[in-house]
Nanobody
């Protein structure tokens, strides 16, 4: 059973930083694109950032470009999201997800493309 576990969320003041981690217990992590999504209360889940299996492609939502950095360590089956200059509007539950297909070279932002999801970690940014 594949399991994705997020960690690193918490409460931070506006302008602060957090680093999220997502660890994958599966055996194909190094072959699959991974993504970060978030869902704020009353809103739909939205794409935040993603990294291809080889780290050759990364993609970001316009709202986080220049502030967030996605990366991965295939040796540790772990993906990261470094979040800097956080804003109150970044408050949400953050989820990591794994792409359905192997060796996809491009990051896809459509959440229906991802078939395994973590439980989520809460990020709260106070003003």
């Amino acid at each position: 059973q594949v399991q994705l576990v997020e960690s690193g969320g918490g409460l931070v003041q506006a302008g602060g930083s957090l680093r999220l981690s997502c660890t994958d217990s599966g055996s194909t992590f190094s072959k699959q694109t991974m993504g970060w999504f978030r869902q704020a209360p009353g809103k739909e889940r939205e794409f935040v950032a993603g990294v291809s299996w080889s780290s050759g492609d990364t993609k970001y939502a316009d709202s986080v470009k220049g502030r967030f950095t996605v990366s991965r360590d295939n040796a540790k089956n772990t993906m990261y999201l470094q979040m800097n200059r956080l804003k109150p509007e970044d408050t949400a539950v953050y989820y990591c997800a794994r792409d359905t297909y192997l060796y996809r070279s491009m990051v896809v932002t459509d959440l229906t493309t991802y078939n395994y999801w973590g439980q989520g970690t809460q990020v709260t940014v106070s003003s």
